[in-house]
């Protein structure tokens, strides 16, 4: 077996785990996309499902509930209107403000899509083997970090070790 130096770590890479496990999916994903001539990002789904719900939205209205920055949603939309899934209009009331909404092309390929990630989902729950006990520790973790940035922990820990 090789030799896992992350794993080994445990906790202390805690980041460096989660980002390693998500690239390979990400890999994975957009391999599957590529395969069956998909022109496709898999960052793109949270987007895809959002507007299937709110179906016209502004910048903020996306970055907001993903939890993402504006400046990364504005390259994530700037792809997909590029890519044609997307469809983008100046707010009637507010000049400034973009109104997002899925393109005719996104709507017609809408239910490949969701048989796509119907069956990524079930992949999921076979990773999980049903268990979605990790969802809990990452909602704690999720809510401890919107109550107390990593970065005020860390630095805390850090002057602590530094006066003593």
Excluded at 52 to 79: R, W
Excluded at 82 to 97: P, S, V
Excluded at 134 to 160: A, G, V
């Amino acid at each position: 077996m090789d030799f896992d130096f992350i794993k080994e770590l445990g906790y202390k890479a805690l980041d460096s785990r989660l980002k390693r496990i998500s690239d390979r999916m990400s890999h994975d994903v957009r391999k599957f996309y590529k395969e069956f001539g998909i022109d496709v990002e898999p960052n793109w789904y949270l987007v895809f499902m959002l507007l299937q719900k709110k179906e016209e939205v502004s910048i903020t209205d996306i970055a907001e509930p993903l939890g993402y920055s504006h400046p990364s949603v504005v390259v994530m939309i700037k792809k997909m209107t590029e890519k044609g899934y997307l469809t983008i209009k100046k707010d009637t009331t507010d000049k400034r403000k973009q109104l997002i909404s899925l393109s005719p092309k996104a709507i017609e390929m809408l239910p490949q899509l969701r048989q796509i990630w119907d069956s990524c989902e079930k992949a999921i729950l076979q990773l999980l083997e049903n268990d979605l006990s990790i969802f809990s520790y990452l909602d704690t973790i999720d809510q401890e970090l919107k109550n107390d940035s990593f970065h005020h922990r860390f630095k805390q820990e850090y002057l602590k070790s530094i006066h003593s």
